[in-house]
């Protein structure tokens, strides 16, 4: 039996381990031996790739694409997309998504993993059509969590209804790595006996049980695993994809993959990792295990967000408190999976409501409007009496909340004017701004000092 290998490195393997502050520079070497190691996807894009190249990296995101895509030839590219949310935080109306993806197809990308955080798939419906109409592989997600409302019945349930909404693959997307070996197989095997469609797993290896899930994962049938080259893997990234490779073949399975040039792959990362280990942005912390999260259930991002921001507030010793707290305030909220946006706002309301001193005495804007019904359906029961608190029955959201969204690229396009040189940009600026207003004058101006520089020369 063949098991397709993903690799993660240019995308979620830099974002977990190094607050995707990776740039094009540092991994334009590789990409020619990328291609031709054998992996059936690379990831290389996403909501906090995109944001990254803008804010800190100063680097085009549709640009970068390109520049992969020119080398890339033979391996899809793949990407990460938030159904209705696109790349950010909030819902964009369908023109938005729509153009979204079909910029994003002509520009390069190949597979469309899409997920949402709610695993409402309203919220992904129009993502995937459009997704489809570029002839582009549209894979639908099942982002994993554990609660008592998330049985092994309701994800296969899940896996049919994307199976019916004309998903290419289903991607089962444990976001925390806290689905354990048994789950995995337990999960895999359900799926594969009810939905036709290919299975890919994504886990990540904080807490140590990334490769054992995976083995097991793949003992039950799945299709595709994500992995990082073991330079760039490990803790809060995917499991090493050599030992992966090593550990399935022994086991008697094949890969596609060439082991020499994964030797090369790792060989070039290492001096990468090594500058950001210097730099102090690869803390090796997030390299270890962190078995705690098992206990707690929750992402290692949302634990490190909640001890950032307690700390601010000088108010550490309520850590085990709030700890505490999320589990009611998952519960309150109909337990959503914990993946952004929803992990930040569970997390910020139970800090809340441990330094208030009293269950939501001050609810979040965030928390309103998920119970408005902004974000979608919940999966379990909402608490009713925090809903009556903050909304009439007529303010509730009904149906699909995109639907009340006036469309907004071509008035952005307007209002932007000469700032945007082309529909990307609007788009860029649709996801982030401030930060794609900043980036469009800093390009500005650095285009006038090298004219300028030029003329110069000349002169010379
Ligand atoms: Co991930």
Redesign the pocket.
Known sequence: MKVNITE?VLR?AQ??LIATRMPFSDFEGILENLDNSGYYSLECWGGATFDSCLRYLDEDPWERLRKIKEVCKKTPLQM?IRGQNILGYKHYPDDVVRLFCRKAAENGMDIFRIFDALNDFRNIEVCIDEVKKCNKHAQGCICYTTSPVHTIEKYVEMGKQLESMGVDSIAI???AGICGPQEAYDLVKALKSEVKVPIQF???ATTGLGPITLVKAVEAGVDTI?CAISTMGGGTS?PATESMNYALKQLGYETDLDEDRLKKTADFFKPVRQKFLDEGRLNPTVLGVRADILKYQVPGGMLSNMIANLTDMHAMDKFDEALAEIPAVRKDMGYPPLVTPLSQMVGNQAVQNVLLGERYKNISKEIKAFLRGEYGKAPGEVNQELIDRCWKPEELVQGRYADTLEPAFEKTKAELGDKARSDEDVLSYIAFPQVAEKFFEAREEKESNTVNYTIEKKED
């Open positions: 993660t979620d974002q977990s990460l997307k444990d976001m994504h886990t990540h994500d995917q």
